[in-house]
């Protein structure tokens, strides 16, 4: 007799509303992902790339920049959470108080030993099947700040800036740090 091979259930947003606060998750395609908690550079990194970037938008009015943990609701499978996100100004409508329900127009993730290719890959996917306009890979091992943006089937890279080097937005015009700013300790 033949058994039927079964498949486990795609987890939704209702599950993942179920999931204990004191734990950090991610819903990708339906699969529940623990995330552990950022070491210290990770965090001086997100600091500094989010103390660079907010004053610009915020001198600007430009819409908002928000640190995360903050809930990115792409979908009824898919709740990512990066580490720092902008939403334009015209589009703050989908800021709400659960989370940011639609896609972002920039996401920056900075990648941990943990999350490099869930980072690079897979949340890179994610986003632009979602509609991210911009997304940012921000390594503090390598040094780089990886700036995609949204081609014909994926994310393509804009460039990778180095220490030294400015980095260049093309939704963001004037704003060009220093690279090297985002990993001063």
């Known amino acids: 007799m033949e058994q039927a091979i079964r498949r486990p259930m795609d987890l939704t947003y209702e599950d993942y509303l179920l999931t204990p606060e004191d734990q950090r998750y991610e819903l990708i395609e339906g699969d529940l992902e623990m995330t552990p908690s950022p070491r210290t550079l990770h965090q001086i990194v997100c600091s500094n790339v989010f103390r660079l970037l907010d004053p610009y938008v915020q001198e600007r009015r430009l819409g908002r920049v928000l640190f995360g943990p903050t809930d990115v609701i792409l979908s009824n499978i ?3 959470v990066p580490d720092i996100l902008f939403v334009a100004q015209e589009r703050e409508a989908v800021i709400e108080d659960r989370g940011i ?3 972002p127009d920039l996401v920056v993730e ?5 999350s490099g290719e869930k980072d690079r890959v897979i949340k890179r996917r994610v986003y632009y099947k979602y509609g991210v306009r911009e997304y ?3 390594d503090p091992f390598a040094k780089t700040a990886e700036v995609c943006v949204v081609g014909k089937s994926a994310f393509d890279t804009h460039k990778i800036f180095t220490p030294g080097e400015k980095l260049k937005s093309p939704l963001l015009p004037d704003f060009s740090p220093d690279t090297s700013d985002f990993f001063k300790r």
């Open 101 to 103: 329900v639609g896609p």
């Open 78 to 80: 898919n709740v990512l």
């Open 136 to 138: 940012w890979i921000v």
């Open 110 to 114: 900075v990648i941990s030993p943990s």
